[in-house]
């Protein structure tokens, strides 16, 4: 934390999908020229940037650096979003539960990403069939998470959870490519 006033920093959130984006084309496929690029390693850099400065940045006028990044968020190629220090607002507990499943792991997943405590999900290959990160208030609200909600999720068939003791890095500026 830098003495802000909330305990938060923005961060710009590149995301690669195969969910359809709502321009109906995959994040998967758009295609990113160098400006986008720089635009995005701009933003990663610093969220709150003005539109003007990223313009003066990239040689392109603050009109079409505002069209530019609202087709990035539009094809849901990356988020703008404020990422706070749980610890500081009140969230007690994180983990990364390990789930085997067994049936269809889009159900399992789609179940998961529907629940608010849930922050990031993931489809995987190796000794568990899905990942979800956790943040609850405390442990009795972690248990509940687990026992009244995950657990009993059709298809699901064993969970691991690992609590996080310490958060040591966090960063979301791994560029472009």
């Given at each position: 934390?830098?003495?802000?006033?909330?305990?938060?920093?923005?961060?710009?959130?590149?995301?690669?999908?195969?969910?359809?984006?709502?321009?109906?084309?995959?994040?998967?496929?758009?295609?990113?020229?160098?400006?986008?690029?720089?635009?995005?390693?701009?933003?990663?850099?610093?969220?709150?940037?003005?539109?003007?400065?990223?313009?003066?940045?990239?040689?392109?006028?603050?009109?079409?650096?505002?069209?530019?990044?609202?087709?990035?968020?539009?094809?849901?190629?990356?988020?703008?979003?404020?990422?706070?220090?749980?610890?500081?607002?009140?969230?007690?507990?994180?983990?990364?539960?390990?789930?085997?499943?067994?049936?269809?792991?889009?159900?399992?997943?789609?179940?998961?990403?529907?629940?608010?405590?849930?922050?990031?999900?993931?489809?995987?290959?190796?000794?568990?069939?899905?990942?979800?990160?956790?943040?609850?208030?405390?442990?009795?609200?972690?248990?509940?998470?687990?026992?009244?909600?995950?657990?009993?999720?059709?298809?699901v068939t064993?969970?691991?959870?690992?609590?996080?003791?310490?958060?040591?890095?966090?960063?979301?500026n791994w560029?472009?490519?």
């Amino acid at each position: 934390m830098r003495g802000d006033r909330f305990p938060c920093t923005m961060a710009l959130v590149t995301t690669r999908t195969t969910r359809p984006a709502r321009s109906a084309r995959p994040a998967s496929e758009t295609r990113l020229d160098d400006v986008a690029k720089h635009i995005i390693e701009l933003l990663q850099e610093d969220g709150r940037q003005s539109y003007a400065a990223i313009a003066k940045a990239v040689g392109l006028s603050e009109a079409a650096v505002r069209q530019r990044v609202q087709r990035l968020l539009d094809a849901e190629v990356m988020q703008i979003v404020a990422v706070t220090d749980p610890l500081q607002v009140g969230f007690r507990r994180q983990a990364m539960i390990g789930i085997r499943a067994e049936g269809d792991l889009l159900t399992v997943g789609d179940a998961l990403t529907a629940m608010p405590e849930v922050d990031y999900v993931v489809t995987t290959a190796g000794s568990f069939d899905i990942l979800a990160e956790v943040v609850c208030e405390d442990d009795d609200h972690l248990l509940d998470l687990l026992t009244q909600r995950i657990r009993v999720l059709p298809g699901v068939t064993s969970t691991e959870t690992f609590v996080y003791l310490k958060l040591n890095k966090q960063h979301y500026n791994w560029g472009t490519r």
